[in-house]
């Protein structure tokens, strides 16, 4: 099982002042850190004390302890004392779960998108793959694009609850992978070519097969990880 880091010390990161815009500063300090741990900025099980990130983001501890308060009920952080947080810790066996969840929703998802997304839809799709492949970019720009693709997928379905369930597995998934040191965005761009041929061929069964092929290569890469 992947192994976290040692939470004796807080997370050292370096977080901007928070900027003064419409939206409240609990709603913004929430963006800021949500995005901090999904990008891996902030190491799995450090932990995140509410008064230094105040003081960093510049704000008051009211609206710092609000995002963090709704980071924990989202389940991406947990309550290690009266004022200081960490990021939870997903388990094997809740992964390869969650992962076992997504084969089924997100197979049925995109069988029902396949004859509701435009070829031009496809096309810039495809385009983004291809840039993804030929640029150089960091591991946090393949998530991204992972992310989009595959809750565009959920929302094309038609489901209106598709999307919200697709989004937490995923956050879930991601949270494994924080304390995974595993990389494969060769294979994920390889495996998402092949999502989007199966849907430019309009083949429902096809594209449902190849979505469940690609989460199932994702959990492989993670038992041969375990093993090693």
Same mark, same amino acid.
């Given at each position: 099982m992947p192994t976290l880091p040692s939470p004796a010390q807080p997370a050292t990161?370096?977080?901007?002042?928070?900027?003064?815009?419409?939206?409240?500063?609990?709603? =913004?300090?929430y963006d800021r850190l949500r995005t901090l741990i999904l990008d891996r900025k902030i190491s799995g099980g450090s932990p995140l004390q509410e008064g230094r990130l105040a003081e960093e983001l510049g704000i008051s501890r009211t609206p710092m302890r609000e995002a963090l308060v709704r980071l924990a009920?989202?389940?991406?952080?947990?309550?290690?004392?009266?004022?200081?947080?960490a990021v939870r810790a997903l388990g094997t066996k809740e992964y390869f779960d969650c992962m076992r969840a997504r084969e089924v929703i997100e197979g049925e998802a995109i069988a029902l998108a396949v004859p509701r997304i435009s070829n031009e839809e496809l096309d810039a799709l495809e385009?983004?793959?291809?840039a993804l492949n030929e640029g150089e970019h960091d591991e946090t720009a393949h998530w991204h694009f992972d992310d989009k693709l595959h809750l565009f997928l959920a929302g094309a379905s038609g489901n209106v609850v598709f999307p919200r369930l697709v989004e937490e597995l995923r956050v879930n998934a991601r949270l494994f992978r924080l304390h995974s040191p595993?990389?494969? =965005?060769?294979?994920?761009?390889?495996e998402h070519g092949r999502i989007l041929e199966a849907l430019?061929?309009?083949?429902?069964?096809?594209?449902r097969e190849a979505?469940?092929?690609?989460?199932?290569?994702l959990q492989e890469d993670v038992r041969r990880a375990i093993l090693d």
């Open positions: 990161i370096t977080i901007a002042p928070l900027e003064v815009r419409s939206t409240s500063l609990a709603e =913004q300090a009920g989202e389940g991406l952080l947990v309550r290690r004392d009266a004022r200081s947080y385009a983004e793959v291809r595993l990389h494969r =965005q060769r294979e994920n761009h390889d430019r061929s309009r083949d429902a069964d096809r594209a979505m469940r092929a690609h989460l199932r290569s």
